[in-house]
């Protein structure tokens, strides 16, 4: 089936900024709260909010097999599980309804009040209900430079590592909208030097520059994805800040893994950007060396190149920007990372969420975590303020942001956002 809501040269006639992360040609989804209280499926075109409940009871998606509440529900699950035709099919309509050159809906002024919403009319909420989530560790250059702060340079990478995509199952009941604040977790760490352990605020939280991507379902249980069918199950991508207490961490993670020092918070953007719309951004995975196992090995381009970046605003300051990365560098891809999850027969549902792992570049100006950026708070980060940063402290706001771009358009995620409260207090609740 043709992409035609890629189609470079479609304008829209609905405003679009020039470098809006939301022309005609993305139509991500998303679920928010009208001004009327009511939870609607909807999209984005620049700076406006489209109600896709109510442009499909209006009869606009006439010709397409829809169930009539397909976009009156408050996740995207059963319309991610109608699979990736009906997703084009809609995309496409949706194009064709906003070009600048059809006036139906245009010229409707009474179907325009109801359909259209600033941004400022809306709340946006979680898109999906994510029944399970999986974090991999997929950048070899953030694996590298983690090992070699624990293990040393020799050790850096794990034997394992450059065999298959690493990853474990974290938390779903704690991943959040963006514009949720979170507080400072507690738990256990072993203070340097000490012979027991103590309770308390962590000390070192971070945040981690990740992307997710969002599946349908795929399988049954016993059936692997291969992994040039992989693509077909993987509706679209998110920004993600998966929250790190570095502290409790290193205290846990042996021999089991994250567990406290990652389960408190995970932050994703709220519009769901397709993988369709990121078709004209497809670029070489990096070389891999050695060659995976068959299962793993894969042809033509599978990962993108999403320039993104994180910056940390300071209580009632100027943001910085501590980073500079990009997609493209994921040592494993998307595909490889579904097969992987899959072929032990694994089971993957509508609305599950595959972390990508923290992403860093090259150079130290392109590492995705406080963690790396400062090496272990070795070399802080000086703010606009004047103040340093060796992790993230109380009342700091990251932001993170990411979007496509070529000679002919431009596709972005819009940005992720989340404030960092001080330590839970019972008082400060009531």
Request: aromatic letters at 10%; proline letters at 7%; glycine letters at 8%.
């Amino acid at each position: 089936m043709p992409l035609s809501a890629n189609n470079p040269d479609r304008t829209s006639w609905l405003h679009v900024d020039k470098n809006s992360d939301f022309p005609i040609q993305n139509i991500p989804f998303g679920v928010f709260l009208t001004r009327d209280d009511i939870i609607t499926i909807g999209t984005r075109i620049g700076d406006t909010a489209i109600d896709l409940g109510a442009l499909h009871q209006l009869g606009y998606f006439d010709g397409i097999p829809l169930t009539d509440d397909i976009f009156l529900q408050d996740t995207l699950n059963d319309f991610i599980a109608d699979g990736r035709k009906t997703w084009r099919l809609v995309r496409n309509r949706i194009a064709q309804i906003f070009d600048s050159e059809n006036t139906t809906l245009k010229n409707n002024k009474q179907h325009k009040e109801i359909v259209l919403f600033r941004l400022d009319e809306i709340e946006m909420q979680l898109p999906v209900q994510i029944g399970d989530y999986t974090d991999f560790y997929a950048s070899k250059e953030h694996a590298t430079n983690v090992g070699t702060m624990f293990r040393g340079a020799d050790n850096a990478l794990m034997p394992n590592w450059l065999h298959m995509p690493v990853g474990y199952h974290g938390r779903s009941s704690s991943i959040i909208p963006s514009g949720i604040p979170i507080h400072r977790p507690q738990g256990q760490t072993m203070p340097e030097g000490a012979d027991k352990p103590i309770f308390g605020p962590s000390k070192l939280v971070d945040f981690e520059l990740e992307m997710a991507f969002i599946t349908t379902d795929a399988n049954d249980l016993g059936e692997p994805i291969p992994i040039d069918e992989a693509e077909d199950y993987i509706f679209g991508l998110v920004l993600f800040n998966d929250w790190s207490a570095r502290d409790i961490q290193k205290w846990e993670y042996v021999p089991l893994g994250p567990f406290l020092g990652k389960n408190f918070a995970s932050t994703i953007s709220p519009w769901i950007v397709t993988l369709d719309a990121l078709e004209p951004f497809r670029v070489e995975t990096p070389k891999q060396d050695p060659k995976p196992l068959p299962y793993l090995q894969f042809k033509g381009k599978k990962s993108f190149d999403i320039r993104l970046e994180a910056a940390i605003k300071p209580k009632g300051a100027k943001e910085t920007i501590v980073c500079k990365s990009n997609f493209k560098y994921m040592y494993w891809n998307m595909a490889q990372q579904l097969a992987h999850h899959t072929v032990n027969g694994c089971p993957v549902n509508s609305g599950d969420m595959m972390g990508s792992g923290t992403i860093s570049g090259p150079t130290e100006d392109s590492y995705g975590s406080m963690l790396e950026i400062t090496w272990r708070g070795e070399k802080p980060v000086k703010m606009k303020d004047g103040t340093e940063r060796k992790f993230i402290n109380d009342n700091d706001t990251v932001i993170m942001r990411g979007y496509c771009k070529n000679d002919d358009v431009r596709i972005g995620f819009g940005e992720v956002k989340t404030k960092l409260l001080p330590v839970f207090s019972p008082q400060k609740k009531k």
